[in-house]
């Protein structure tokens, strides 16, 4: 199933509830969502069902399809097709295609083996700019012959909050077609759709991370407090 019709079913298709995931922080629903075309399951996470945090504000799962539209704007395809949904079964939350995992491989899992390298570092690099403070080994999923970055919930804050377990390459130099990405956060407009689920503090703090990443040319160390996140898998 390619982007598009994938996309389409996340958008338009019925929505049927099957079961809650376990473990989860906020209610998360795995669902199936279906047109007449093709069916698919789906993760969805619901604005009513997320607990209160003192320094996020309601409305993670915006986060979540804030993620998927920087990642595509920037031509990196990390983030599986996420849709904001209104009329869904407990009201509105955004809807992501599941991933066909092999269910076993994590970024601890992955982190030595070099084929893995150049994919680590875009995701790493997609952390700073989205100021991700939740990335765990298990939010890195490999699905045949690529890999996949999910939950992010927590990411887009103007503050740095950055916390993540991706820092075997930090001082890593970027290559050329990372930095040219990450420059168009500096020299172009925002992305329409992006505007929308962001508000304009975090949008220039967006810009601001874009702006040093491009300027240091390199991932960057880990800094004071917490870089780590809890639990790390």
């Known amino acids: 199933m390619n982007d598009i019709v ?35 399951p789906a993760v969805y996470k619901p604005l009513a069902g997320e607990r209160e945090l003192w320094d996020f504000p309601p409305g993670l799962h915006r986060r979540e399809v804030a993620a998927r539209v920087l990642s595509d704007w920037l031509g990196w395809d990390i983030v599986p097709e996420t849709v904001l949904r209104e009329d869904a079964p407990f009201g509105e939350g955004s809807l992501q295609r599941v991933v ?17 390298h150049p994919e680590l570092r875009r995701i790493a690099a997609f952390d700073v700019l989205t100021n991700n403070a939740d990335r765990k080994s298990g ?27 991706i820092w075997d390459f930090a001082g890593d130099r ?18 329409g759709e992006l505007a929308q689920l962001i508000d304009a503090d975090e949008a220039n703090a967006l810009r601001r991370r874009a702006r040093a990443l491009t300027r240091a040319g390199k991932l960057p160390a880990p800094g004071a ?3 780590y996140p809890w639990p790390l898998v």
């Open 100 to 116: 066909d995992e092999d269910g076993v491989s994590h970024y601890f899992t992955l982190r030595d083996d070099p084929r893995w």
């Open 174 to 191: 970027l290559d050329d077609a990372l930095r040219d990405a990450v420059a168009r956060l500096v020299d172009e407009p925002l992305p």
């Open 225 to 227: 407090g917490r870089p």
């Open 139 to 165: 939010h890195v999923l490999l699905s045949e012959d690529r890999l996949w970055a999910i939950d992010h919930g927590l990411t887009f804050h103007a503050e740095p909050k950055l916390r993540t377990v």
């Open 6 to 40: 994938a996309v389409e079913v996340l958008q338009r298709g019925s929505i049927e509830v099957r079961g809650r995931i376990a473990d989860s922080s906020n209610v998360t629903l795995l669902v199936t969502c279906a047109t007449e075309r093709c069916k698919l």
